[in-house]
């Protein structure tokens, strides 16, 4: 049980981490040509930590699905708060922060992908 524990930490840092390298290089991009990285590390940085908030939520529920409800219930007052925060307080434009947002879910998608084709591999199946 533990090595499962420890196996799936390691996999949701590697999310992580290609999560704040695509947002990384698209806001340099950003910043070169548009001059507004910071809204697409902004927009970035909620989804990573949504990710994370999820991640941390199924394993603290203990399968009730109850606590997993209220979980994404608070994340998404949360996020909505945080991007209107963003949006009105550091008057951050709106379509970067989206970008930030779309490279940060790509990476998440496009990793857990590859995971799931090396587990498929790993049990013959691919």
């Known amino acids: 049980m533990v090595e499962v524990v420890l196996e799936q930490e390691k996999q949701i840092k590697s999310v992580l981490l290609w999560q704040l390298y695509t947002v990384s290089v ?8 548009f001059f507004d990285a910071l809204s697409v590390l902004a927009g970035g940085l909620l989804v990573m930590l949504s990710t ?3 991640h941390k939520s199924i394993y603290s529920s203990g399968g009730d699905r109850m ?12 996020f909505l708060l945080a991007l209107a925060l963003c949006l009105v307080l550091f008057d951050l434009q709106p379509i970067y922060m989206v970008a930030g947002m779309a490279s940060s879910y790509i990476a998440m998608y496009a990793r857990s992908l590859l995971m799931i084709f090396r587990q498929m591999k790993g049990d013959s199946l691919g």
């Open 52 to 54: 994370w908030h999820v």
């Open 26 to 33: 698209c806001a340099l991009i950003a910043g070169v040509f």
């Open 67 to 78: 606590l997993l409800l209220r979980a994404a219930g608070l994340r998404f007052v949360v």
